[in-house]
């Protein structure tokens, strides 16, 4: 699932977020604030794979609710419950840097 396949840049990212987080001053417009900046914007950018795959999903979803059942509904809404948490961790780990960071 593109979704799973996803979290390994995003768990690189958020290493290398947590590193420059912990090294900022937070004393906003200095170079190690600025840096760390710059590494959540980059963590934030590869949550892009689990946006759209909860937006496949959800367009999927919509398709069989409009017709007639379908036993692939389970499968998706498994499958959304999957990449749902995947996406509430995410969100989390960015918030939590951003708390840390001083934004």
Same mark, same amino acid.
């Given at each position: #699932?593109?979704?799973?396949? *996803?979290?390994?840049?995003?768990? &690189?990212?958020?290493?290398?977020?947590?590193?420059? =987080?912990?090294? %900022?001053?937070?004393?906003?417009? %200095?170079?190690?604030?600025?840096?760390?900046?710059?590494?959540?914007?980059?963590?934030? @950018?590869?949550?892009?794979?689990?946006?759209?795959?909860?937006?496949?999903?959800?367009?999927? #979803?919509?398709?069989?609710?409009? *017709?007639?059942? %379908?036993?692939? @509904?389970?499968? =998706?809404?498994?499958? #959304?419950?999957? =990449?749902?948490?995947?996406?509430? &961790?995410?969100? &989390?780990?960015?918030?939590?840097?951003?708390?840390?960071? *001083?934004?």
């Amino acid at each position: #699932m593109r979704a799973e396949a *996803g979290q390994g840049a995003f768990d &690189a990212a958020l290493g290398l977020a947590d590193r420059a =987080v912990a090294a %900022s001053d937070r004393r906003r417009g %200095s170079e190690s604030w600025i840096a760390a900046q710059m590494a959540i914007s980059r963590l934030e @950018r590869t949550r892009e794979p689990v946006q759209t795959a909860l937006a496949d999903l959800d367009a999927m #979803m919509r398709s069989l609710l409009l *017709g007639p059942p %379908s036993a692939d @509904r389970a499968a =998706v809404e498994a499958a #959304m419950a999957r =990449v749902g948490a995947i996406d509430t &961790a995410q969100l &989390a780990a960015v918030q939590r840097l951003i708390r840390a960071a *001083g934004q």
